[in-house]
């Protein structure tokens, strides 16, 4: 991750270092800032991000983040593993996490998409709570150690329930395992917007509006959740 050569080629989806051979998902390397400000309101500063797209093929990923970024520069701190190039928690999953954060300390976002990819197979005479929980305390008691951020993305049932919170695919070891939780959800008649509902341990609990843009991104919403 400290690696410094600029001199790069990319050979059959990896970036190829010709100075010293170092290969690399292509995907991993992109030059420049990511993200200036979250939803175009809250200012950030620039940080190392690992992002593990584990269900994304690399030409998908590269085509959203062109059409994010337009013509923009692709970030220098950003680092992606798309489908196949990383492993799951229980075939060295966590190991690997710790390497990376060995070789790159300055990391302080890691994003793992999906839950179900990452977490190992369900095992014959074990609960979903159990399993669930087990999967989460690893990755909390791994970012609490690291103090940096850990977003696990999951998927919502088909069915809505009177508690948003309840549409969480899965038992609630999930839940039991997470600081925090947050919920996507659709907005009746407003296909462009969705709300995200916030609930944790350190936060609270409350709702927000966002409106989705032509430019890809996700901006903060005045209107009223009805």
């Known amino acids: 991750f400290n690696h410094r050569h600029q001199n790069w080629c990319s050979c059959e989806q990896r970036a190829v270092c010709k100075q010293c051979g170092l290969q690399l998902p292509s995907l991993a390397l992109y030059p420049a800032e990511f993200v200036r400000k979250a939803f175009d309101a809250v200012p950030t500063e620039s940080e190392w991000v690992l992002f593990l797209a584990l269900e994304e093929p690399p030409h998908r990923t590269k085509r959203?983040?062109?059409?994010?970024?337009?013509?923009?520069?692709?970030p220098d701190k950003l680092y992606f593993f798309p489908i196949g190039t990383f492993p799951r928690s229980d075939q060295g999953g966590m190991e690997k996490l710790e390497q990376c954060m060995k070789e790159c300390p300055g990391i302080r976002l890691i994003v793992i998409d999906t839950l179900a990819k990452w977490k190992r197979p369900k095992k014959a005479h074990t609960s979903d709570y159990d399993e669930d929980y087990q999967v989460m305390s690893q990755l909390h008691e791994f970012a609490n150690k690291h103090e940096i951020a850990v977003v696990v993305i999951h998927h919502t049932k088909k069915t809505r329930g009177e508690d948003v919170f309840e549409e969480i695919s899965g038992g609630m070891g999930i839940q039991a395992g997470a600081d925090t939780l947050?919920?996507?959800?659709?907005v009746q008649g407003k296909p462009d917007h969705r709300v995200l509902s916030y609930r944790g341990r350190d936060i609270g609990e409350y709702d927000k509006v966002f409106k989705f843009m032509e430019n890809g991104r996700w901006v903060l919403s005045e209107e009223e959740i009805i």
């Not at 959203?64 to 692709?74: F, M, Q, T």
């Not at 947050?182 to 659709?186: A, F, W």
């Open 64 to 74: 959203r983040l062109g059409e994010i970024l337009k013509n923009g520069e692709y």
């Open 182 to 186: 947050i919920v996507m959800g659709l």
